[in-house]
């Protein structure tokens, strides 16, 4: 054989020395990624993860076969430059947000634009970590270079290639399937429920990333949901018993004092919707299921909190970053009062949505749980969302406002929120903040006040951005501002400008959404207003 025929050496001179490189370079990438997203490493997951990235290659090398010599190593190369670029930007995205983009969310990544300081600036931080990403790609295109010319791979050659695919793929699928069923189980991430940090986990980062394209975006896949369930029985506490009232609503009454034996029922909170009706017409079997669920369902009943502030104006804050770390009595005397003052939650726990801020303010303002894979509150605006506060008060004649003083239609709030109910200003549409980074909070309810105020009754909405990232006096024009009011806080310098926000779920968040539900007092609707953030605004 001459030296013109004999196939070429390198990374990819046959079909399974390819295959062998590549299996190298997926698990190389998804090992880094684990490492460097602290994600638990030594699972289940990871061995997964191990198996997917053995089909990787396969596919790729399966692919790669039908195409001659150069040709080859371009597709070869490309693919590896996709999977590098992708590993690169998940975690960028990830140490930003302590989440993983989604298909979806990538399909928009035109916004992520403003951001293009704080992704440099992660960029550099993480400077090593992307080396190392980069090193299989760099390896690849070195080996093509000093490789001769290659034949095509033969039919043989690709039929081994084929059969060790389908027995791995077959293998993956079996153990997914063989495996525990239950909620964020492997199982329940390949089929069902996609929460990206728990996908990534459970099944590395490639295939997560396969199963949202097919499931969200393609329509393919997933299971269907699960027959409506039948809702338990209502228990009271102390083992009593709620009964109708009597049929004339008169109280019973015992003993020369006509002291009340027992109190009526609570009135329960119930629509007049016929649930039965709807699911005996219904063709469509998810929304049939619904209609059963719901009639199945226990309602809810009145309690003393019922109408308390029925007539009050209300103001509801959705606070970027908000941690308990910016609460102080001197320094931040109104965020003092609204966590101190009124009802408190104290076992509430806010998880890291997918989407971040917009997925926290989807919780915050409708009380249902967003879907994965997707920007729910977006995709509200095509939705009916009558028990949304917006809409419910503009029923009773409130004047429903709402503001953000960020760019008005990041995250499209210029879709979701006047679908919500609500008159919707942001920077550039209505509501002229200075544009800073992070922009004015007091700034933005200054402005603001006036037009709430000079309307009875109202309901005001502010989402909120000078929590933001980045949590230093370089990268965060309010930390800037505030220095000399934090600078002597008996806490860690790193802590100082604003606060580092972190969840016990996770291990770390950044930009998390929480909400203040505040009536206004008695007094009047300005009182719970009239008073600034002192530093944080």
Same mark, same amino acid.
């Given at each position: 054989?001459?030296?013109?025929?004999?196939?070429?050496?390198?990374?990819?001179?046959?079909?399974?020395?390819?295959?062998?490189?590549?299996?190298?370079?997926?698990?190389?990438?998804?090992?880094?990624?684990?490492?460097?997203?602290?994600?638990?490493?030594?699972? =289940?997951?990871?061995?997964?993860?191990?198996?997917?990235?053995?089909?990787?290659?396969?596919?790729?090398?399966?692919?790669?076969?039908?195409?001659? %010599?150069?040709?080859?190593?371009?597709?070869?190369?490309?693919?590896?430059?996709?999977?590098?670029?992708?590993?690169?930007?998940?975690?960028?995205?990830?140490?930003?947000? $302590?989440?993983?983009?989604?298909?979806?969310?990538?399909?928009?990544?035109?916004?992520?634009?403003?951001? +293009?300081? *704080?992704?440099?600036?992660?960029?550099?931080?993480?400077?090593?970590?992307?080396?190392?990403?980069?090193?299989?790609?760099?390896?690849?295109?070195?080996?093509?270079?000093?490789?001769?010319?290659?034949?095509?791979?033969?039919?043989?050659?690709?039929?081994?290639?084929?059969?060790?695919?389908?027995?791995?793929?077959? %293998?993956?699928?079996?153990?997914?399937?063989?495996?525990?069923?239950?909620? #964020?189980?492997?199982?329940?991430?390949?089929?069902?429920?996609?929460?990206?940090?728990? +996908?990534?986990?459970?099944?590395?980062?490639?295939?997560?990333?396969?199963?949202?394209?097919?499931?969200?975006?393609?329509?393919?896949?997933?299971?269907?949901?699960?027959?409506?369930?039948?809702?338990?029985?209502?228990?009271?506490?102390?083992?009593?018993?709620?009964?109708?009232?009597?049929?004339?609503?008169?109280?019973?009454?015992?003993?020369?004092?006509?002291?009340?034996?027992?109190?009526?029922?609570?009135?329960?909170? =119930?629509? @007049?919707?016929?649930?039965?009706?709807?699911?005996?017409?219904?063709?469509?079997?998810?929304?049939?299921?619904?209609?059963?669920?719901? +009639?199945?369902?226990?309602?809810?009943?009145?309690?003393?909190?019922?109408?308390?502030?029925?007539?009050? #104006?209300?103001?509801?804050?959705?606070?970027? $970053?908000?941690?308990?770390?910016?609460? @102080?009595?001197?320094?931040?005397?109104?965020?003092?009062?609204?966590?101190?003052?009124?009802?408190?939650?104290? *076992?509430?726990?806010?998880?890291?949505?997918?989407?971040?801020?917009? *997925? $926290?303010?989807?919780?915050?303002?409708?009380?249902?749980?967003?879907?994965?894979?997707?920007?729910?509150?977006?995709?509200?605006?095509?939705?009916?969302?009558?028990?949304?506060?917006?809409?419910?008060?503009?029923?009773?004649?409130?004047?429903?406002? +709402?503001?953000?003083?960020?760019?008005?239609?990041?995250?499209?709030?210029?879709?979701?929120?006047?679908?919500?109910?609500?008159?919707?200003?942001?920077?550039?549409?209505?509501?002229?903040?200075?544009?800073?980074?992070?922009?004015?909070?007091?700034?933005?309810?200054?402005?603001?006040?006036?037009? =709430?105020?000079?309307?009875?009754?109202?309901?005001?909405?502010?989402?909120?951005?000078?929590?933001?990232?980045?949590?230093?006096?370089?990268? #965060?024009?309010?930390?800037?501002?505030?220095?000399?009011?934090?600078?002597?806080?008996?806490?860690?310098?790193?802590?100082?400008?604003?606060?580092?926000?972190?969840?016990?779920?996770?291990?770390?968040?950044?930009?998390?959404?929480?909400?203040?539900?505040?009536?206004?007092?008695?007094?009047?609707?300005?009182?719970?207003?009239?008073?600034?953030?002192?530093?944080?605004?």
């Amino acid at each position: 054989m001459t030296a013109r025929q004999r196939p070429g050496r390198g990374a990819g001179a046959r079909p399974l020395a390819l295959a062998r490189f590549l299996f190298i370079a997926v698990l190389a990438l998804e090992l880094i990624l684990r490492a460097r997203t602290e994600a638990p490493f030594l699972t =289940v997951g990871l061995l997964r993860a191990a198996v997917f990235a053995a089909v990787t290659a396969l596919a790729i090398t399966l692919v790669a076969g039908l195409l001659p %010599g150069r040709v080859r190593d371009v597709a070869v190369g490309l693919a590896l430059t996709f999977l590098t670029l992708l590993f690169v930007s998940q975690l960028i995205y990830y140490d930003i947000f $302590g989440t993983f983009y989604t298909v979806f969310s990538a399909t928009n990544a035109g916004q992520v634009a403003e951001f +293009a300081a *704080d992704i440099v600036g992660k960029i550099a931080e993480n400077a090593w970590w992307l080396l190392a990403l980069s090193v299989p790609l760099l390896v690849f295109v070195g080996s093509r270079f000093r490789a001769g010319p290659r034949r095509r791979a033969s039919w043989r050659q690709q039929a081994v290639t084929a059969g060790m695919l389908v027995l791995l793929v077959g %293998g993956a699928l079996a153990g997914i399937n063989l495996g525990d069923r239950g909620q #964020n189980s492997a199982y329940d991430t390949y089929y069902r429920d996609q929460h990206p940090v728990t +996908a990534v986990n459970r099944l590395g980062l490639v295939t997560s990333m396969r199963v949202d394209l097919q499931r969200n975006l393609l329509g393919l896949g997933g299971e269907k949901a699960p027959p409506a369930a039948v809702a338990p029985p209502r228990h009271t506490p102390d083992g009593a018993v709620t009964e109708e009232p009597p049929a004339d609503g008169a109280r019973q009454t015992s003993g020369a004092r006509g002291e009340p034996e027992r109190e009526a029922a609570p009135e329960p909170n =119930v629509l @007049d919707i016929d649930f039965d009706q709807l699911a005996a017409e219904e063709d469509d079997d998810e929304l049939r299921a619904l209609h059963e669920y719901f +009639a199945a369902r226990e309602p809810t009943v009145q309690n003393e909190q019922t109408g308390r502030f029925e007539g009050y #104006n209300l103001v509801f804050v959705t606070a970027e $970053g908000f941690s308990h770390l910016a609460v @102080d009595p001197e320094v931040t005397p109104t965020l003092h009062t609204l966590t101190q003052e009124g009802i408190r939650f104290t *076992d509430f726990y806010t998880p890291i949505w997918g989407v971040s801020t917009s *997925d $926290g303010e989807y919780v915050a303002t409708t009380g249902l749980i967003p879907k994965s894979g997707v920007w729910s509150m977006y995709q509200s605006g095509d939705n009916a969302m009558p028990f949304a506060m917006g809409n419910q008060l503009g029923r009773l004649g409130y004047a429903t406002l +709402a503001y953000h003083n960020h760019t008005y239609d990041y995250y499209r709030r210029d879709v979701s929120h006047p679908n919500l109910g609500y008159d919707y200003k942001g920077l550039g549409s209505g509501l002229d903040v200075t544009p800073t980074w992070p922009e004015s909070d007091v700034e933005m309810i200054e402005l603001t006040m006036p037009e =709430v105020l000079e309307q009875e009754p109202f309901h005001a909405y502010y989402m909120t951005v000078s929590g933001h990232l980045q949590y230093t006096f370089g990268g #965060n024009f309010i930390a800037v501002k505030n220095r000399e009011l934090v600078e002597d806080l008996p806490t860690p310098r790193r802590g100082r400008p604003t606060w580092r926000p972190r969840s016990s779920w996770t291990g770390r968040w950044s930009c998390c959404s929480r909400s203040w539900r505040r009536t206004a007092s008695p007094t009047g609707p300005s009182s719970c207003s009239a008073r600034t953030t002192t530093p944080t605004g």
